[in-house]
């Protein structure tokens, strides 16, 4: 072991503790900042004719499987 190696162990493990205390904050930060983000929910418009065409698909079907079992 050459003089000086356990010191710069020492200052090796202080940085890197350093390195991973900032970025742990920094992660910490950062869902705080995206916890306070509200997605508000999609409002649709209003139409008069929302939801015809798929119950005439649907009675369509169902018209369909009536004459194919009977």
Do not use: C, H
Request: net charge neutral; aromatic share 6%.
């Amino acid at each position: 072991m050459e003089y000086g190696d356990e010191m710069n162990d020492e200052e090796e493990k202080s940085y890197k503790k350093e390195l991973l205390d900032k970025r742990r904050q920094e992660r910490k930060e950062r869902r705080e900042v995206e916890a306070k983000i509200v997605v508000a929910p999609k409002v649709l418009p209003k139409r008069e004719t929302r939801g015809r065409r798929m119950t005439a698909l649907v009675g369509k079907a169902i018209e369909e499987d009536e004459a194919f079992w009977n």
